[in-house]
């Protein structure tokens, strides 16, 4: 997969993915997401990235507050990555995750790591050119306080 060098925030998506490629490296595929997570964060610490894990991103509709986000991580207050440990090849399901999660936040490039097979899997994703529509699909991807 390559990646242009004049994409945006590719200085910080290739120290994110060299971070992810060390990782994988020494872990292999098998273990769960959060193992993964916890990985990254500290090899990213150490490639001078500064970030946020488990970042929640209120979400409001018609000024009404209707759940909250997660990403995994905010890299540099730009970079939206999403981690996951699956042994399936990346679907066009959790592209759509990120695509949302940049839609919501505003913010210009997102990356999608799978850790779950033999070798990394990473996707580099913009957001989408046209906007309407994110918050009917938003719904699957907010965490909700349990009512009560």
Same mark, same amino acid.
């Given at each position: 997969? %390559?990646?242009?060098?004049?994409?945006? =925030?590719?200085?910080?998506?290739?120290?994110?993915?060299?971070?992810?490629?060390? @990782?994988?490296?020494?872990? %292999?595929?098998?273990?769960?997401?959060? @193992?993964?997570?916890?990985?990254?964060?500290?090899?990213?610490?150490?490639?001078?990235?500064?970030?946020?894990?488990?970042?929640?991103?209120?979400?409001?509709?018609?000024?009404?507050?209707?759940?909250?986000? =997660?990403?995994?991580?905010?890299?540099? %207050?730009? @970079? @939206?990555?999403?981690?996951?440990?699956?042994?399936?090849?990346?679907?066009?399901?959790?592209?759509?995750?990120?695509?949302? =999660?940049?839609?919501?936040?505003?913010?210009?490039?997102?990356?999608?790591?799978?850790? %779950?097979?033999?070798?990394?899997?990473?996707?580099?994703?913009?957001?989408?050119?046209?906007?309407?529509?994110?918050?009917?699909?938003?719904?699957? =991807?907010?965490?909700?306080?349990?009512?009560?």
């Amino acid at each position: 997969m %390559g990646l242009a060098k004049d994409a945006p =925030y590719s200085d910080i998506t290739y120290k994110i993915i060299g971070a992810a490629m060390e @990782v994988h490296n020494k872990l %292999g595929p098998g273990h769960k997401e959060i @193992v993964y997570q916890k990985a990254l964060s500290a090899k990213m610490l150490e490639a001078g990235l500064s970030f946020e894990k488990e970042k929640s991103i209120e979400i409001f509709i018609d000024d009404i507050s209707v759940g909250l986000l =997660y990403l995994d991580h905010l890299v540099e %207050g730009a @970079v @939206v990555v999403e981690e996951k440990a699956f042994s399936h090849l990346l679907t066009n399901e959790e592209v759509a995750q990120v695509i949302t =999660y940049l839609a919501a936040t505003g913010l210009p490039v997102g990356l999608l790591l799978n850790f %779950g097979r033999k070798r990394l899997e990473f996707k580099r994703i913009f957001p989408p050119k046209k906007l309407e529509g994110w918050q009917d699909r938003i719904q699957r =991807y907010l965490w909700k306080p349990p009512i009560r």
